[in-house]
């Protein structure tokens, strides 16, 4: 027996160990930090680095008046993690979140992307599926009008989103690319705030992965614009990067009012641009019920 | 998750007695992790070994997690012998179990290895091939196969490399250099065998072995028993490949990629075509229904949940797999 396989068996051993306090207090429905025993860098990137990056001086407050944030303790599927943001009051003129940064620490490029919303919006909630290299600390910061900025942070165990395999045919993927969907969930109310699933077909390359055919890495091809307009008002603008899964899709509310049409505005780091448009009826095709919020 | 691996199938687990499942979570890990202190990295014997039709020996795999200290035997593997040649099916997840199963073949016959075949690109079923290189076999794939497995494999490399010994690289995962497009024949000498190639399905690149003479079907990872099936390639395409499967005539003996040894074709499938057909109506229904993946993975396919090992590790990847694929259709 040498030290490096009595290491590995320790290590395992006691990654369970930390496993199991978290089970409890996910029991308790409660969200806790905790840093497992075989995390890959003794350096917190955000303390060191990141929060200096990206926001310099701003104070940040931790707290869950502004959003909340939900995503799996431990990712299934490392190249495609749920991560939803929850606002906790709607979007008004006198008080709304304008901006929502997500933040994946470890992530080789950590900011996912950045949304903007409007007053407009009825309310900042967003959903979307995010790339997770190794375990990490997932963040959402909301920017308020009044310029506050709120931070809310999970844990999330995977490992291998961005330099997995390509789960496909590379040159399949691309022939696809740019197709669009919209769909509204939930029967559409009048003067509600509506659901909608806006997705691209995009293989949104990281930059990391290789081309099995050639033995060479696929350069990075990502979706970095997406910009959402209902009846000439902006829902959500955000720009975006090679964290966001294969076939960004995306949930936020939006006012349908009595229909209109959304406008979709794509564009990819290749500077390709796509663009199109959802009629949205007040009638739904099907009646279809959704569970609250996103 | 441990404590289910050393389950055995069709046991029921405690869902409520969390307590009791606590007390396997702290204790088996402990003997998992000094059990793998004690045996380094290497597999160590005995090797299973069973002749399940004549001239066809099958090794059978552990139903241990990837999660697991030991991942290097979990799959079925094993040989079949004409009178001129050997052909090897799948050399197991590590060298040392690719050199247990050379040392097996070795007591049953003086015939010279002439191929081996992988049925796909996954560690479990190809890691093993660098212990035939010096024989000088035909190694043979799916068409596909070399793409999987001929350019830089640091994913693999770094989760599993310590199986391929101390300075794992490249040069020691061996691409098919004979494929096959649809199918095959190959020539033992008194035997014959048929290599059929599919469209995308468990993988990208799966590929059955027909033993025509003694109708033993070596259909790799197409067929999960017990151990839950895991969705890489497409769900639909796999649905579509059992189907195409289940019309074979004369098929005797069924050798899975996973689990025991069946018998009749269409019975041998049926647990896994039936929890892949549940998991893509419910994944339907909640496209429709508006729900998003988070919600899928909390509630598609539970009624499945007593019938699989590993579950746990496995099912929920599956849905959100299976998510991703439907909600394009």
Not at chain 2, 82 to 105: F, H
Not at chain 2, 189 to 204: E, F, I, Q, V
Not at chain 2, 259 to 276: Q, S, V
Request: aromatic content about 10%.
């Amino acid at each position: 027996m040498n030290m490096q396989t009595f290491g590995r068996g320790l290590i395992a051993a006691l990654a369970f160990f930390g496993a199991l306090q978290v089970g409890q207090a996910a029991a308790e429905e409660k969200l806790e930090i905790v840093r497992p025993k075989d995390f890959k860098s003794d350096v917190d990137l955000w303390a060191t680095f990141l929060r200096d990056a990206y926001f310099k001086d701003t104070e940040i407050i931790e707290d869950k008046t502004v959003i909340d944030m939900k995503t799996p303790y431990r990712a299934e599927d490392a190249a495609v993690t749920p991560v939803s943001i929850t606002a906790q009051f709607d979007q008004s003129p006198d008080r709304y979140i304008e901006k929502l940064y997500v933040i994946v620490d470890n992530n080789p490029q950590p900011l996912v992307g950045t949304f903007h919303f409007t007053p407009d919006t009825g309310k900042a909630d967003l959903a979307l599926r995010v790339r997770i290299d190794r375990y990490t600390n997932i963040r959402a910061v909301a920017v308020l009008n009044n310029g506050e900025h709120h931070m809310v942070t999970n844990y999330v165990k995977a490992s291998g989103g961005c330099s997995d395999p390509f789960g496909g045919d590379i040159y399949e993927a691309l022939k696809s690319a740019g197709k669009m969907k919209f769909r509204t969930v939930g029967e559409i109310l009048a003067d509600q705030t509506q659901l909608g699933q806006f997705s691209i077909s995009h293989p949104n390359f990281t930059g990391m992965s290789i081309n099995q055919r050639t033995g060479n890495i696929v350069p990075p091809h990502f979706v970095n614009r997406v910009t959402l307009v209902y009846n000439d008002k902006v829902v959500m603008k955000a720009e975006t990067g090679i964290s966001i899964s294969q076939d960004p899709s995306f949930r936020f509310f939006f006012k349908p009012g009595s229909g209109g049409t959304l406008r979709a505005d794509i564009e990819d780091s290749k500077g390709n641009k796509w663009s199109e448009a959802f009629d949205v009826t007040e009638a739904p095709a099907t009646a279809v019920t959704a569970d609250k919020g996103t | 998750m441990e404590a289910h691996a050393l389950m055995t199938a069709r046991q029921p687990r405690n869902r409520r007695g969390y307590r009791a499942a606590y007390v396997l979570t702290l204790v088996v890990p402990l003997a998992a992790g000094l059990s793998y202190s004690l045996r380094g990295t290497a597999y160590t014997p005995p090797f299973n070994l069973v002749e399940v039709a004549p001239g066809n020996f099958v090794h059978l795999g552990r139903q241990v997690s990837f999660e697991d200290p030991d991942t290097d035997d979990i799959a079925n593997i094993g040989f079949i012998v004409g009178e001129k040649c050997v052909a090897v099916v799948d050399t197991g997840g590590s060298v040392a179990v690719g050199r247990a199963l050379r040392d097996a073949i070795r007591e049953h016959t003086p015939a010279p290895i002439c191929y081996v075949i992988n049925t796909h690109s996954h560690f479990d079923h190809y890691f093993g091939n660098v212990a035939f290189k010096d024989d000088g076999p035909q190694f043979i794939g799916h068409r596909k196969l070399p793409e999987a497995l001929g350019g830089d494999n640091a994913y693999v490399l770094e989760h599993f490399g310590r199986y391929l010994g101390e300075h794992p690289s490249n040069a020691d995962i061996i691409p098919p250099g004979r494929t096959v497009d649809s199918t095959l024949e190959l020539d033992l000498g008194g035997k014959t065998l048929r290599l059929t190639a599919y469209p995308t399905a468990h993988t990208h690149c799966d590929l059955s072995v027909l033993d025509v003479g003694t109708g033993t079907l070596w259909l790799g990872d197409l067929l999960f028993r017990e151990r839950l099936p895991s969705f890489d390639g497409s769900v639909l395409g796999w649905l579509k490949v059992i189907g195409t499967l289940e019309q074979e005539h004369g098929v005797k003996t069924v050798i899975p990629g996973h689990g025991p040894i069946g018998e009749d074709l269409e019975a041998a499938f049926a647990d896994e075509k039936r929890y892949m057909e549940t998991v893509v109506s419910e994944v339907r229904a909640q496209i429709a229904d508006g729900r998003d993946i988070d919600q899928a993975v909390e509630t598609v396919g539970l009624s499945e949940r007593e019938r699989w090992l590993l579950w746990d590790q496995q099912h929920k990847r599956n849905v959100s797999r299976a998510y991703t694929e439907l909600e394009w259709e």
